[in-house]
């Protein structure tokens, strides 16, 4: 609706005002460098949510905020949408700041664990924080609007101090509750259970988490990293491999997704459990599928021969 504003659009404006971008743009347009992009509202993503057919289901979401361009209200304006159409949504919220280094006792280092022992790697910060479900702390590169998924009431957090998954809305605890250091997928099981979809926001294959399950369904080991329990006593999790090469699934599953958007925001979604069987086949025809290209990367080479000897 336009207001008293409308004397001062600009010409190149016809339908729409800008509220923060140019001085000579006002109301409802905001300016992005390629030019003014519509400012979405959360009654606008939610319509997309439920044309998109995603309406009550729990989702694993990847998400990329610039994607939308201008949202009035920011990321929590996604998580509203989602929200109000019944939706679950689910997100990774890792934490490598929780993360311990190696144990001394070379009987206690798994082999082929992509890990480099000899080069004396040191996860960063290599501290002596103790997880908990209840911390709020994440990655600094996670995406925004998993970070602020993390501080939403409510949220239920996996216990998993490296690759923890959090989720909010009714099914919440029933995706996330099962997850342990050594079961770092079973929310995502959990999701394929209960008839999930992935929900990919302005990103791409190289983001889907679910295909690192596919890589477990497929015959191999996680990798192992470290952590510190309770006690202080140092033990494993697992995590997932390099992702950098899973566009090469694109063939596999394309079949699968659903191309589905909002403003500048272009989504990909499918049902998890069809992709994890689409995908464990494609990695049993050809285990190379996930490997990133680069004949340097240690955890591509250990994946692709199975993963660690635990
Ligand atoms: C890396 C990645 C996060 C980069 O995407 P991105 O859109 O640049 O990053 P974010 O989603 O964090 O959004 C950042 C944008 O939101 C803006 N933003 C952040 N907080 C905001 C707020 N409260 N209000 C408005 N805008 C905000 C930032 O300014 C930035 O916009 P800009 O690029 O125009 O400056 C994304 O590509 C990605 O990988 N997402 C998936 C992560 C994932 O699930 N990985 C799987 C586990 S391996
Ligand atoms: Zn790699």
Sequence with gaps: MLSDADDQQ????????????RSDCHNRF?????????????????????SAGLSGKPLCVHSSFHSFGPVDGGPDAVIDALMAEGCTVMAPTYSA???????????????RNGWDYAAGVVPEPHG???????????????????????????????NHPLNSFTAL???AEALVGGQA?????????????????????????????????????AGRNLFRRWYRDSSGVVRQAQVGSCSQGFGQFA?????????????ESSWLIAPAADVLVAAAAAIRRDPEVTHCGDSACLRCQDAVAGGPLV
């Design 181 to 217: 250091p050594l079961d770092v997928y079973a929310p995502l099981r959990a999701l394929a259970r209960l008839d999930g979809q992935v929900l990919l926001m302005g990103v791409g294959l190289d983001k889907l988490t679910l295909l690192h399950l596919a890589e477990e369904m």
């Design 10 to 21: 600009p010409a190149n404006h016809p339908d729409h005002l800008c509220a923060v971008g």
């Design 251 to 263: 063939r596999a599953l394309a079949p699968l997704f659903q191309v589905d958007g909002v403003g």
């Design 169 to 171: 809305g009714p099914l």
């Design 128 to 158: 002596t924080r103790v997880f908990t479900p209840d911390s709020n702390l994440g990655n600094k590169g996670i995406d925004v609007i998993a970070a602020t998924l993390l501080q939403r009431a409510g949220r239920v957090r996996g």
């Design 30 to 50: 905001t300016c992005a460098e390629k030019g003014c992009l519509p400012m979405l509202t959360t009654a606008e993503i939610q319509a997309a949510v439920r």
């Design 97 to 111: 700041i929780y993360a311990a280094l190696p144990p001394a006792d070379p009987g206690a280092r798994p082999a």
